[in-house]
């Protein structure tokens, strides 16, 4: 098992019509032996942001009203996962 961090960015090279768009990928690779360092590493790392600059204003929560689940009374919210089959 391993998690895959994958960011993609853009490159625009030229103008208009002339323009050749392409996309740079990096990627990490996160082995489950690796699991335990890296969220130590990542605490350490949040820590330090906190330390330093403060606690963060918390993000409201977006969800477009044609994606909305509709709530039955008594159910419990799906996780992110449960679309996954493991």
Known sequence: MF???TES???VV???EEA???YE???IF???EDFDKF???LEDVVSFIKRE????APRPEYTPVSEAPAEEEGTKPKSFFDKFKF
């Open 20 to 22: 050749q768009v392409t």
């Open 9 to 11: 960015k853009k490159k």
């Open 3 to 5: 998690l895959a961090i």
């Open 39 to 41: 969220i130590e590493g």
């Open 14 to 16: 030229g103008y208009e």
């Open 30 to 32: 996160l082995y489950k």
């Open 25 to 27: 990928k990096h990627k």
């Open 53 to 56: 600059q403060g606690e963060a």
